[in-house]
């Protein structure tokens, strides 16, 4: 028998195609179509009854937008606060969760919790923790401040590089769970000889991390930069509506949120299709260029 017939599971060429059918009509249905209709949809400008085309329109009214700009700064200095928090943070603790011996599974399950609930109950949970007048951070902040004889008025809604820091770190907390797990499970997997050698030599616990788990971690980092960064984009838009709506002042209103006010407040269509076709590509570039020089750091073995 062939190696190709051995390997031959089905009949003919008919049985595999009917058997992907579902899965191509999915597509079609639920992906490619959507695709190609917000691209024509961008080329027109609508209203709730009427679409008319007017070609490239919609990009050069995007573009020429100060509110767009100021959307686009904000989302990306959100996407780099978020990235760069999450990794950081959660390189620490599953660090901190890796060197003790004892009580390990308690600490795992604090650590992830946060990733278990919706992005809708995270933000409502937040929402009251950290609410101007009656939140429970609100008040020890207070009363912190007023032992050292400072009156501290909280009230990121009405401040907006508050609001901006009141929601990263939101975002930061809600994803740390997710990294923690892949972190912890990239620790297990380097060799004990490693850990052991690197005692026996005196090296710090600062210097370890840094200087011999990273570098033997650095694929699933990649993987991690790649997923936080596609989450601060799209996945962070339940944790803006719910505690600052974009606001104040647009501090907070990143791209996503942006499109869907367009859209679905506006009912700009148009208008909206042609954001999301623009925050399509940059996200893509934006993973084509980390993957590219990660690549160039990543440790893969071999």
Same mark, same amino acid.
């Given at each position: 028998?062939?190696?190709?017939?051995?390997?031959?599971?089905?009949?003919?060429?008919?049985?595999?195609?009917?058997?992907?059918?579902?899965?191509?009509?999915?597509?079609?249905?639920?992906?490619?179509?959507?695709?190609?209709?917000?691209?024509?949809?961008?080329?027109?400008?609508?209203?709730?009854?009427?679409?008319?085309?007017?070609?490239?329109?919609?990009?050069?009214?995007? *573009?020429?937008?100060?509110?767009?700009?100021?959307?686009?700064?904000?989302?990306?200095?959100?996407?780099?606060?978020?990235?760069?928090?999450?990794?950081?943070?959660?390189?620490?603790?599953?660090?901190?969760?890796?060197?003790?011996?004892? &009580?390990?599974?308690?600490?795992?399950?604090?650590?992830?919790?946060?990733?278990?609930?919706?992005?809708?109950?995270?933000?409502?949970?937040?929402?009251?923790?950290?609410?101007?007048?009656?939140?429970?951070?609100?008040?020890?902040?207070?009363?912190?401040?007023?032992?050292? &004889?400072?009156?501290?008025?909280?009230?990121?809604?009405?401040?907006?590089?508050?609001?901006?820091?009141?929601?990263?770190?939101?975002?930061?907390?809600?994803?740390?769970?997710?990294?923690?797990? *892949?972190?912890?499970?990239?620790?297990?997997?380097?060799?004990?000889?490693?850990?052991?050698?690197?005692?026996?030599?005196?090296?710090?616990?600062?210097?370890?991390?840094?200087?011999?788990?990273?570098?033997?971690?650095?694929?699933?980092?990649?993987?991690?930069?790649?997923?936080?960064?596609?989450?601060?984009?799209?996945?962070?838009?339940?944790?803006?509506?719910?505690?600052?709506?974009? &606001?104040?002042?647009?501090?907070?209103?990143?791209?996503?949120?942006?499109?869907?006010?367009?859209?679905?407040?506006?009912?700009?269509?148009?208008?909206?299709?042609?954001?999301?076709?623009?925050?399509?590509?940059?996200?893509?570039?934006?993973?084509?260029?980390?993957?590219?020089?990660?690549?160039?750091?990543?440790?893969?073995? &071999?």
């Amino acid at each position: 028998m062939s190696e190709s017939s051995a390997r031959a599971v089905f009949k003919n060429n008919k049985e595999a195609a009917f058997l992907l059918l579902p899965t191509v009509a999915v597509c079609i249905l639920f992906l490619y179509y959507p695709a190609i209709d917000t691209f024509r949809l961008s080329l027109y400008q609508t209203t709730l009854v009427d679409e008319s085309f007017a070609g490239l329109y919609n990009y050069t009214r995007l *573009f020429a937008s100060e509110s767009y700009r100021n959307s686009l700064f904000v989302t990306f200095g959100f996407a780099g606060v978020v990235v760069f928090g999450t990794m950081l943070i959660s390189l620490i603790i599953a660090f901190m969760m890796y060197e003790v011996n004892t &009580g390990t599974s308690v600490y795992l399950i604090t650590a992830i919790w946060p990733y278990a609930l919706p992005p809708a109950v995270a933000g409502l949970v937040l929402l009251f923790l950290l609410q101007p007048d009656l939140g429970i951070f609100t008040y020890y902040i207070r009363a912190i401040g007023s032992v050292f &004889g400072y009156d501290i008025q909280f009230n990121w809604r009405r401040n907006g590089p508050l609001a901006f820091a009141v929601v990263s770190v939101a975002a930061i907390w809600k994803q740390l769970g997710y990294n923690i797990i *892949f972190m912890i499970a990239a620790l297990n997997n380097i060799p004990k000889t490693i850990h052991e050698a690197a005692e026996l030599d005196g090296v710090s616990r600062l210097n370890r991390l840094f200087r011999i788990y990273v570098p033997l971690m650095s694929p699933t980092l990649v993987f991690l930069i790649v997923i936080n960064t596609i989450y601060a984009f799209f996945a962070t838009f339940p944790l803006i509506d719910l505690m600052t709506q974009g &606001g104040p002042g647009g501090a907070t209103n990143i791209l996503i949120f942006n499109l869907y006010i367009d859209a679905f407040e506006n009912f700009n269509l148009g208008y909206a299709s042609a954001q999301s076709l623009v925050l399509f590509l940059l996200v893509g570039v934006l993973m084509y260029v980390q993957l590219r020089v990660s690549d160039r750091y990543a440790h893969y073995g &071999g």
